[in-house]
């Protein structure tokens, strides 16, 4: 089965409802999904933002959580909500995700995350949130944690930042496929399926 990278980014909006259905995938278009954590704050910086910029733009802002609102009732997701604050810190999930293997594991984690923050308002960053999400999908959640804050991790993950900006990525979600071919946005996952089906 063919491989389509899904790079996507915990304080990310739009890689919420693109995890909650991009599994969907092999059954509608014989296309295996690799989970693939990263962080936009380094790449933001190179472009001089601090925030993002859903907040340095204001109308923008607005736009996207009602454009959400209507993606997640689309999707019987649990609605939208804004955390507070906005981005959330997302460093010690992505960390944690990508110290899980590839595969159900990390998927589930990383779709618990995401209906934590945005459909419950939790912190993402609060050891006591990520152990409980650990615990309930029967992962080892202190030893997870704990590795979160070893080097290795640390490096491994700005490792994949550097990956992610060799592959062109400028945003969250994107789908890389196996040639090479970028996609960006949750709008254009099914494209990025049905192209990743034809190689």
């Not at 910086?45 to 993606?71: C, Q, V």
Request: aromatic residues 12%; charged residues 20%; glycine residues 6%.
């Amino acid at each position: 089965m063919s491989v389509l990278q899904f790079w996507y980014e915990f304080a990310s909006t739009y890689s919420y409802p693109a995890a909650m259905r991009v599994e969907e995938a092999p059954a509608r278009y014989g296309v295996s999904i690799s989970w693939q954590p990263f962080l936009l704050g380094p790449i933001f910086k190179g472009h001089g933002w601090d925030t993002s910029p859903f907040n340095l733009h204001a109308d923008k802002g607005r736009y996207m959580w009602r454009d959400l609102e209507r993606i997640c009732a689309g999707l019987d997701l649990p609605p939208m909500r804004r955390p507070d604050p906005f981005p959330q810190n997302p460093l010690k999930a992505a960390r944690i995700a990508l110290s899980l293997p590839d595969g159900q594991a990390r998927s589930q984690f990383s779709k618990a995350v995401y209906a934590a923050e945005f459909a419950w308002l939790l912190p993402i960053d609060d050891d006591n949130v990520l152990r409980d999400i650990l615990i309930g999908l029967s992962l080892p959640a202190d030893e997870l944690i704990a590795t979160s804050q070893v080097e290795t991790t640390k490096q491994a993950l700005k490792s994949q930042v550097a990956t992610a900006q060799n592959l062109g990525i400028f945003g969250a979600p994107a789908f890389v496929a196996s040639d090479g071919e970028l996609f960006w946005g949750n709008d254009r996952l099914d494209d990025a399926l049905k192209w990743q089906a034809r190689l």
